[in-house]
């Protein structure tokens, strides 16, 4: 008994020891270098980057649809604010219909499309299969269609359509103020004489940081004028914050916690 298990012992000691030369056997190829042959130290560092390859790299890093919208002569900064017509809420506004439709179906014991032409032929999609019957599956597809319809799907309808939320600031040198529209509406008009500083907040907390890029009054007021800075990158902000701070001519305030 102690044979077998003495050779096993060897056998594990063996392994280990072969893994551990695979690590460090490239560790030692890359520490031994020929110093007497600098041509081959030249060879082996890395080229440092030119000015195109930096320029391509913060282009990839900070896209321009990322950034503010800027006129040719350099007098407008634009933020835009693209609303609430979003895809998934369109998506989820059309699956509540769906799930009403074949809830129902399942009541009736017959696809409810069928009884027009019409709905059959553009909705045929929503049969439901024969595996579905009304309990469970089709009174919780009746429950969830009810509610997300005809109590979340009138609102969820109104956004898509008007599109609310929709609008811009605009920080404008030709007349010295800032603007804020949204659903066709002035909300805010700030002179850019009345801003003191542009302050940028990032934290790595996932949940409770702090992310965002914003105005500070004279009076110690804030601006936030983003509407979804945590969707962006921290160097897509950093770019944001230094290309507001230099138009505005006022100090830039890094909050990098």
């Known amino acids: 008994m102690a044979r077998p298990l003495r050779l096993l012992r060897w056998l594990l000691l063996g392994a280990l020891a072969w893994q551990m030369s695979t690590f460090v056997a490239p560790r030692t190829a890359r520490g031994t270098q020929d110093v007497s042959n600098p041509v081959a130290l030249h060879a082996e560092r890395p080229k440092p980057m030119n000015q195109e390859g930096r320029q391509t790299l913060a282009e990839l890093l900070a896209p321009a649809d990322q950034l503010f919208e800027e006129t040719e002569d350099g007098m ?15 998506f989820w506004a059309v699956v509540s219909l769906g799930f009403l439709v074949v809830g129902l179906s399942a009541f009736f014991g017959e696809p409810i499309v069928d009884w027009t032409p019409i709905t059959a032929q553009y909705l045929g999609f929503l049969r439901p299969s024969e595996g579905i019957n009304f309990l469970p599956q089709g009174a919780f597809m009746c429950f969830y269609g009810f509610f997300g319809f005809f109590v979340f799907g009138p609102i969820q309808w109104y956004i898509n359509i008007f599109n609310i939320g929709q609008g811009v600031c605009e920080f404008n040198k030709n007349d010295g103020m800032m603007y804020i529209v949204r659903n066709n509406e002035m909300i805010r008009e700030v002179p850019l004489e009345d801003f003191q500083a542009v302050k940028f ?4 907390l996932a949940v409770l940081g702090a992310r965002d890029v914003y105005l500070i009054c004279q009076d110690g007021k804030e601006i936030h004028f983003m509407d979804d800075p945590e969707v962006y990158s921290k160097f897509v902000l950093e770019k944001r914050a230094a290309k507001l701070s230099e138009f505005l001519n006022v100090e830039l305030i890094v909050d990098d916690a």
């Open 76 to 90: 407008i900064l634009r933020e835009k604010y693209a609303g609430g017509r979003q895809p998934s809420s369109v």
């Open 201 to 204: 907040e990032w934290t790595n």
